[in-house]
């Protein structure tokens, strides 16, 4: 028999992140803070209006683009939040959630062997979306040293005559780290000049906590070269809703309608009553989600520098990136033990790039109970580790 399988799709791993939960779904007394998943309920308004959505039979195929009331919806947010405005009709496009838009985004704008420059460490479709397309995945090393932001510098010297996309991936996941309007504007500079369109991933956009968050398609000259890419997953607490949307040029949302029309045909309708709903009026339920998260990361960013253990600050999304060098193993290594013997899951860095070698995805999308459990264990770790090394070093 022939192989039946595409060598491109063979080729690609398994996500990193994966490992790890798989062995802790055997373990029933582990803690996890590998989840990108809220711990908060969708709340009640919303699922009110799904539900109703079902009780008044709304269990049709929407059109290709998604409602028209949550397209315009949409537009008003953007109009609204960041100033930004969308045809809803030509602009708009729903999605079953921010993955989707990134795979039918890539499959339409990419020719065979075009490149996309995408930074690393960040969240993991990115590259298999590009290479499922036929493009060619560059990867931007991000720095600790520069609080794993993209600088123009580093855009620049990846550059070349062949690169159509840069992907931007902030607020950041797995670091947290943001760019603030001075590094957009760098960045969008060269775009420019360069002829670079930009897909900007903004999931995390309502998670912000040094201010509010910027989106490059503000920038001049950018608008017409962006894919903003957003859903209703994490602001919302809508992860199993399935829900998200691109925003761009009219020429691009429509080829990927196209796409999205033969493969998927329309999103969730329930999902789509629901995030009508959301957008209207859940602009204070966002906030309460936020500022929960806020006093989770402060508290982590505290225990960390109490315990030493070396780790920027992060002002993004619900994650945090903490440094393992000192204790000389790789990431894998660190986690596995840590799983193992504190029970306590967290995810390896280079599950997002192998710059994230020597650092662990912390989520704090947990309640703060939970997190003071789980860092009084990293605490003891961290201690054990330190003693054997100490006696390493004697011996």
């Known amino acids: 028999m022939r192989n039946p399988l595409a060598d491109r799709v063979v080729d690609i791993p398994f996500s990193g992140i994966r490992k790890f939960f798989d062995i802790v779904s055997e373990m029933p007394e582990a803690i996890s803070l590998g989840v990108g998943e809220p711990d908060f309920d969708t709340p009640w308004h919303i699922?009110?209006?799904?539900?109703?959505?079902?009780?008044?039979?709304?269990?049709?195929?929407?059109?290709?683009?998604?409602?028209?009331?949550?397209?315009?919806?949409?537009?008003?947010?953007?109009?609204?939040?960041?100033?930004?405005?969308?045809?809803?009709?030509?602009?708009?496009?729903?999605?079953?959630?921010?993955?989707?838009?990134?795979?039918?985004?890539?499959?339409?704008?990419?020719?065979?062997?075009?490149?996309?420059?995408?930074?690393?460490?960040?969240?993991?479709?990115?590259?298999?979306c590009v290479v499922l397309a036929g493009g060619v995945p560059v990867i931007i090393d991000l720095k600790e040293e520069n609080d794993f932001r993209l600088t123009a510098k580093e855009l620049s010297d990846a550059i070349t005559e062949k690169t159509k996309i840069l992907v931007l991936p902030f607020p950041?996941?797995?670091?947290?780290?943001?760019?603030?309007e001075k590094d957009l504007?760098?960045?969008?500079?060269?775009?420019?000049?360069?002829?670079?369109?930009?897909?900007?991933?903004?999931?995390?956009?309502?998670?912000?906590?040094?201010?509010?968050?910027?989106?490059?398609?503000?920038?001049?000259?950018?608008?017409?070269?962006?894919?903003l890419i957003n859903g209703f997953s994490k602001a919302y607490a809508m992860t199993g809703w399935r829900l998200g949307y691109a925003c761009g040029p009219a020429d691009i949302i429509e080829q990927m309608l196209k796409v999205h029309q033969y493969a998927i045909m329309c999103a969730p309708t329930t999902s789509q009553y629901a995030a009508v709903e959301a957008?209207?009026?859940?602009?204070?339920?966002?906030?309460?989600?936020?500022?929960?998260?806020?006093?989770?990361?402060?508290?982590?960013?505290?225990?960390?520098q109490e315990m030493g253990l070396k780790c920027f600050e992060p002002f993004g999304a619900f994650y945090i990136f903490p440094s393992i060098q000192e204790f000389g193993m790789t990431s894998d290594e660190f986690a596995t033990r840590f799983l193992m013997e504190e029970k306590v899951a967290v995810v390896p860095g280079t599950a997002f790039g192998a710059c994230g070698e020597g650092f662990l995805r912390i989520s704090y999308a947990y309640s703060l109970e939970n997190l003071k459990v789980a860092i009084g264990r990293l605490r003891d770790f961290v201690e054990r580790l330190r003693k054997e090394k100490e006696e390493r070093s004697i011996k």
């Open 172 to 180: 950041n996941n797995p670091t947290g780290a943001i760019l603030e």
């Open 279 to 304: 957008l209207k009026n859940g602009d204070e339920d966002v906030q309460e989600m936020r500022e929960a998260y806020n006093q989770r990361r402060r508290y982590l960013v505290h225990e960390f």
């Open 47 to 128: 699922r009110d209006e799904g539900i109703y959505s079902l009780e008044k039979g709304r269990t049709f195929y929407t059109s290709n683009s998604g409602l028209k009331e949550l397209r315009q919806e949409i537009a008003n947010y953007l109009k609204r939040r960041q100033n930004l405005e969308y045809d809803a009709m030509k602009e708009v496009l729903i999605t079953v959630g921010g993955s989707e838009a990134i795979d039918i985004g890539m499959r339409v704008m990419l020719n065979p062997g075009e490149e996309v420059l995408i930074p690393q460490p960040s969240y993991v479709s990115y590259e298999p």
């Open 185 to 227: 504007r760098e960045i969008a500079k060269i775009c420019v000049e360069k002829d670079i369109f930009v897909m900007s991933d903004e999931i995390y956009a309502e998670l912000t906590y040094k201010e509010k968050h910027i989106s490059i398609a503000q920038m001049p000259g950018m608008q017409e070269r962006t894919i």
